[in-house]
């Protein structure tokens, strides 16, 4: 079986996934991000009409008290 490990490693470190530095999210900002992930995800995947992504997240920042409820009844 052929060698797959690359001879050649990258010589400058990985970036790092998150943001450093300024603008970076405090810890609390990445914990609220991450739930409102979740739950959007959970929405999209529980939804039978096929909930756009911008969908969830709006229902999430709802059920999560993020954000007022909107009325999307056209006027």
């Known amino acids: ?3 797959t490990e690359d001879p050649w490693p990258p010589t400058r470190p990985e970036r790092p996934h ?6 970076a999210l405090t810890p609390e900002q ?3 991000a991450d739930d409102l992930h979740t739950r959007a995800l959970a929405l999209r995947a529980a939804s039978e009409d096929g909930l756009s992504i911008r ?3 709006a229902l999430a920042a ?3 008290g993020l ?3 909107r ?3 056209p006027a």
Request: cysteine-free; charged content about 25%.
């Open 1 to 3: 079986m052929p060698n």
């Open 30 to 32: 990445l914990a609220l």
């Open 55 to 57: 969908e969830a997240v």
């Open 71 to 73: 009325d999307n009844t």
């Open 67 to 69: 954000e007022p409820p």
């Open 62 to 64: 709802v059920q999560l």
């Open 18 to 23: 998150r943001r450093t530095g300024r603008g």
